[in-house]
């Protein structure tokens, strides 16, 4: 793994703390490939400017803040288990309960600067755009048609032979969303997410 620069670091540490509800040091560290010393600072800064609440061992988000439990689509209380994070250029990222919404959420967003799904295997999370969509497999994980989102292809078409569903990209996960929510009925405020 690269080298994060602290700025870096810092988002993916809240990344994973906003994932999980929580996360420990050890965690963190793990998954930044940095000392627990530096995570321990890192906690530190982001305590002070108010983003998470450090606990016992690991840290929490400012729940205040966040806005974490209910879903910037749907507004479903988040499961934890497959958030997907919108990064705007300006503005709080945005986070949806999982990566059906968050497909909705970018392809309504301008302004995007990074988006991150969940591993629905290993729970950490990953780039959108590199992600393996399966979409429509027989598990009813959150909204339907349910979209699970994979790091490896490999492991996103042993998921599939044993729960069906069509393996796709980004682009095309999106583009088949769209075709089930037309973008009509929107200007009325009765888009059905
Ligand atoms: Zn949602
Ligand atoms: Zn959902």
Redesign the pocket.
């Known amino acids: 793994m690269t080298k994060l620069s602290p700025a870096e670091r810092e988002r993916q540490i809240l990344d994973l703390i906003a994932a999980k509800g929580s996360a420990s040091i050890e965690e963190l560290a793990q998954t930044c490939s940095v000392s627990t010393m530096t995570i321990h600072r890192d906690l530190q800064r982001l305590e002070k400017m108010g983003r998470i609440q450090k606990r016992h061992g690991g840290a929490i988000l400012e729940e205040s803040l966040t806005g974490r439990s209910a ?1 910037a ?2 507004g ?1 209380t ?1 499961s934890g288990k ?1 958030t997907f994070i919108v990064h705007f250029t300006h503005g709080d990222p945005k986070h ?6 968050g497909l909705m959420l970018l392809s309504a967003s301008q302004d995007v600067w990074q988006a991150m799904t969940m591993d629905f295997l290993h729970g950490h999370m990953i780039s959108a755009g590199q992600a393996i969509y399966l979409i429509g497999c027989d598990l009813n ?3 339907v048609p349910t979209l699970l989102t994979f790091g490896s292809r490999t492991e996103a078409e042993r998921f599939q032979s044993g729960f069906g569903g069509t393996l796709a990209t980004m682009e095309q996960a999106i583009h088949s969303l769209l075709g089930m929510h037309p973008k009509e009925g929107q200007e009325e405020g009765t888009a059905k997410l």
């Open positions: 879903c689509m749907c479903k988040s497959q949806t309960c999982c990566a059906h919404c994980v959150c909204c």
